[in-house]
């Protein structure tokens, strides 16, 4: 059953332009969410989290957003570089819970 | 400070055969992880463990086994490979300290298992 799904398996965007990747979950009582990027032939890397007591957070260029009655976050990358072509991964936990659930992933191609 | 470390990078297997893929962290996490990779899909848990002697499954265990003597290392045994079990493999860490922190996780490269 998976309760993190990201339903959009690839993006395509311009240079300079803005990155949206979607994911829902289905489990009410997920309250930490995080996004990870990874590259080929590479573990996944940290990239930005949000608690369920915030809508937003906003590191440089990322900015996650949190929509808990829709169970619905978003990853906003501005402006997009060739350096943020990877694999995006959400992920969710619950407070009382040590494990994280991961969506598929969304492959992000940045093109010059 | 070398992070989360997998040995092999790669390695093919036979039906039938047994290996241990090795993950050492050296940031004194407490939480280690094994998952599983296959393509088009997100990371699977496998095993994990909440300190040296204390291990759990996780959504996918059948087919491995896990041991933690110490902190730093937490081996993933594959007895028996089958075909099913191809696939990448990442060791994960945590310094979560409890409940009410969050639960950031880091990973190792990765090991690409193929079972012929």
């Known amino acids: 059953d998976q309760q993190v799904k990201q339903n959009s398996p690839s993006l395509s965007v311009q240079e300079g332009r803005i990155s949206i990747l979607n994911c829902d979950y289905t489990?009410?009582?997920?309250?930490?969410f995080l996004w990870y990027k990874k590259y080929p032939a590479e573990g996944p890397t940290f990239l930005i989290s949000i608690s369920s007591i915030k809508d937003k957070n906003e590191d440089g260029r990322f900015t996650v957003f949190l929509n808990k009655s829709a169970k619905h976050l978003s990853l906003h990358i501005v402006p997009s570089q060739p350096g943020d072509s990877a694999v995006y991964f959400c992920a969710a936990s619950a407070n009382n819970d040590y494990k994280l659930s991961f969506g598929a992933g969304t492959t992000v191609t940045v093109r010059a | 400070n070398a992070g989360v470390t997998q040995t092999p990078k790669f390695r093919i297997l036979k039906i039938g055969q047994s290996m241990t893929l090795q993950c050492t962290q050296d940031m004194n996490h407490n939480y280690m992880y094994w998952y599983r990779q296959d393509p088009g899909m997100g990371l699977k848990l496998i095993y994990y463990s909440v300190g040296a002697g204390i291990t759990d499954k996780g959504e996918v265990p059948n087919g491995y086994n896990v041991s933690r003597s110490t902190t730093e290392d937490f081996p993933l045994r594959l007895e028996l490979a089958a075909p099913s079990q191809t696939s990448v493999y990442f060791c994960?860490?945590?310094?979560?300290?409890?409940?009410?922190?969050?639960?950031?996780?880091?990973f190792g490269p990765g090991t690409r298992l193929t079972v012929l």
């Open positions: 489990n009410s009582m997920f309250d930490y």
């Open positions: 994960a860490s945590s310094p979560r300290t409890g409940i009410g922190s969050y639960n950031e996780q880091f």
